[in-house]
């Protein structure tokens, strides 16, 4: 069980190695900044970084920039107008400066259904970068364009159906050790 101290009370939780040593630590978005820590345990210190206050924003992590051994922290503009024509994602790598560098991603993606999307990151391919998948209802689809690659594509798409009733959030991961991210979903009731 992790016990947290997080210095702010939030939703917009992720886990990521935020300082390349190969340990997933929690990250969290809140009003324009991400906290996070490397250490685990309820008396681990925390630091922040300026990713910028995006509002119906979406908290994504994963390794975004290729050549670098750190997760990345990002966030998907839920909110984008106009509506049904995608989404764009900002994210930072450097989390070693308070202000930094922003990147990009534009996310085209159009789901029917009139749930609201979510989104999750992951290595997809085994080429040990991850990319974005977008949620609605019923619905996954995903690509294997790592942001700083460019456009993210999403030719790709299954139905994860709901195998328990209510709210669910997906989540993104390698549930059998093969190198391959896949879906899951997490149900906090």
Request: glycine share 16%; with cysteine; aromatic share 14%.
């Amino acid at each position: 069980m992790y016990v947290s101290n997080a210095p702010v009370l939030g939703t917009g939780w992720v886990m990521g190695d935020w300082n390349g040593d190969g340990q997933k630590t929690p990250g969290l978005y809140k009003n324009g900044a991400f906290f996070f820590t490397n250490g685990i345990g309820g008396a681990v210190s925390w630091s922040s970084i300026w990713l910028g206050d995006f509002s119906g924003a979406y908290a994504v992590a994963g390794r975004f920039q290729t050549g670098l051994a750190n997760d990345c922290f990002g966030v998907v503009q839920t909110n984008y107008s106009p509506p049904n024509v995608g989404f764009p994602m900002h994210y930072r790598c450097d989390l070693t400066t308070t202000v930094g560098t922003l990147y990009g991603q534009w996310l085209g993606i159009v789901l029917t259904g009139s749930d609201a999307y979510q989104f999750t990151a992951g290595d997809f391919n085994n080429d040990g970068y991850d990319s974005i998948a977008a949620r609605r209802g019923t619905l996954i689809t995903w690509g294997n364009v790592t942001p700083s690659s460019g456009v993210g594509s999403f030719p790709l798409a299954q139905t994860i159906g709901a195998p328990a009733g209510g709210t669910s959030l997906v989540v993104g991961g390698d549930w059998n050790n093969d190198s391959t991210d896949s879906f899951g979903l997490y149900y906090p009731a």
